[in-house]
T-cell receptor, first 110, second 114 residues
Framework: DAKTTQPPSMDCAEGRAANLPCNHS???????VYWYRQIHSQGPQYIIH?????ETNEMASLIITEDRKSSTLILPHATLRDTAVYYC???????????WGAGTKLIIKP | DGGITQSPKYLFRKEGQNVTLSCEQN?????MYWYRQDPGQGLRLIYY???????QKGDIAEGYSVSREKKESFPLTVTSAQKNPTAFYLC?????????????FGDGTRLSIL
């Protein structure tokens, strides 16, 4: 199973762009990269996902390197409400299931 | 509003007792999932269902059982065989089962042992 590596924690100033890195060097050609976030004691919230191309939606942008071994989630203008644990996940090729790590705790500071 | 409803929010279990966690969705999604989350860790898959009347074991199915008799409902029973049931349980659904299908989550049930 492809595994992801994320820094355990990061800080970002309010109003700045938050860039969250993720390493997935063993990802296979048809495994997607997903990003979710979880605010304490709530269910995870889907943010964005992609296969090869960069993706953007109303919440964030996902930049995937050409070799697909790493990606970056960008929150363009971070607010205090963006403080959460962010999970970078690949889905298992055999049964499409998501493989969750421990994530990155992002703290947005005023 | 469409979404996933889990109940109860908090649940207490006595030793040797089975308990059932409810999960209902009105999103008309085919696929549903149950996860367990322990403190400071990511989610682990217990069971999943691709379609009504079908379900498969996930990575940690021992001590748990599920049913999928209706499209909108996917209850999870934590049996007395599950020796360490204290955890945060999360239910999710996706439009279909497959690679590019984001999962949408409920707000979870926190289970504790009395």
């Amino acid at each position: 199973d492809a595994k992801t590596t994320q820094p355990p924690s990061m800080d970002c100033a309010e109003g700045r762009a938050a860039n969250l890195p993720c390493n997935h060097s063993t990802i296979s050609g048809n495994e997607y990269v997903y990003w979710y976030r979880q605010i304490h004691s709530q269910g995870p919230q889907y943010i964005i996902h992609g296969l090869k191309n960069n993706e953007t939606n109303e919440m964030a942008s996902l930049i995937i390197t050409e070799d697909r071994k790493s990606s970056t989630l960008i929150l363009p203008h971070a607010t205090l409400r963006d403080t959460a644990v962010y999970y970078c996940i690949v889905n298992r090729d055999s049964n499409y299931q998501l493989i969750w790590g421990a994530g990155t705790k992002l703290i947005i500071k005023p | 509003d469409g979404g996933i409803t889990q109940s109860p929010k908090y649940l207490f279990r006595k030793e040797g007792q089975n308990v059932t966690l409810s999960c209902e969705q009105n999103l008309n999604h085919d696929a549903m999932y149950w996860y367990r989350q322990d403190p400071g860790q990511g989610l682990r898959l217990i069971y999943y269902s691709q379609i009504v009347n079908d379900f498969q074991k996930g990575d940690i199915a021992e001590g748990y059982s599920v049913s999928r008799e209706k499209k909108e409902s996917f209850p999870l029973t934590v049996t007395s065989a599950q020796k360490n049931p204290t955890a945060f349980y999360l239910c999710a659904s996706s439009p279909r089962f497959g690679q590019s299908q984001p999962q949408h989550f409920g707000d979870g049930t926190r289970l504790s042992i009395l």
